[in-house]
Nanobody, 123 residues
Framework: QVQLVESGGGLVQAGGSLRLSCAGS????????MGWFRQAPGKEREFVAA????????VYTDSVKGRFTISRDNAKNTVYLQMNSLKPEDTAVYYC????????????????WGQGTQVTVSS
């Protein structure tokens, strides 16, 4: 069992930065690959970024490449999403998820989810 709690969201102007954190509980946290997804009002939850259990491999959706960076600290049971050069279209609730296997792009592959944190980017 893994419990996830996101934090770090807020209101920021376009061009600004935020760092989201996802704190996990349980001694098996390092055994899970992790992902960040987001969901805007009226839209489906969409993939943003993912990181392997070791932190060596990362992948991003095209719209955030070069602006967002995913990282993890297994000693702290925490995954981060550094978001720079934020745009109004990045506005959404951001969720972190934990998975053992399957495609990192597929929400169904994630066994555990946090409650989400709101990110609002004003123009």
């Amino acid at each position: 069992q893994v419990q996830l709690v996101e934090s770090g969201g807020g209101l920021v102007q376009a061009g600004g930065s935020l760092r989201l954190s996802c704190a996990g509980s349980g001694r098996t946290f390092s055994g899970y690959a992790m992902g960040w997804f987001r969901q805007a009002p009226g839209k489906e939850r969409e993939f943003v970024a993912a990181i392997s259990w070791s932190g060596v491999s990362t992948v991003y959706t095209d719209s955030v490449k070069g602006r967002f960076t995913i990282s993890r600290d297994n000693a702290k049971n925490t995954v981060y999403l550094q978001m720079n050069s934020l745009k109004p279209e990045d506005t959404a609730v951001y969720y972190c998820g934990a998975r053992r296997g399957g495609s990192e792009y597929y929400t169904g592959a994630y066994a555990y989810w946090g409650q989400g944190t709101q990110v609002t980017v004003s123009s």
